[in-house]
């Protein structure tokens, strides 16, 4: 268990250096700092139109950041797959996937 936590520490780590987070955060304010994209997302969040929601995923803000948050996502099923490899899960019998 304390290979476990050792591994897990290294790896938060190792984590915390990835530029990823660092051009998440920048395009996370790209949308922030677009008035008329909040606007459509404030009123999108109040009337849930579909056709709001069509413009709003026009905006290039939107797709670079929905694009790192899906890389942010795949990181985390790597890292869950290999913990449960780690820690002996069942239902994992190729380690090499």
Request: proline share 0%; glycine share 4%.
């Amino acid at each position: 268990m304390l290979e476990l936590l050792g591994k897990v520490e290294s790896l938060k780590k190792e984590l915390d250096q990835l530029e990823i987070w660092k051009h998440l955060y920048q395009a996370k304010n790209s949308v922030y700092q677009n008035r008329e994209l909040m606007d459509k997302i404030k009123r999108y969040q109040e009337t849930l139109n579909s056709q709001l929601r069509l413009e709003i995923y026009c905006y290039d803000e939107i797709r670079k950041y929905k694009k790192l948050e899906n890389e942010v996502n795949f990181i985390i099923m790597e890292i869950n797959h290999k913990l449960s490899i780690l820690s002996g899960a069942k239902g994992y019998h190729n380690e090499n996937c």
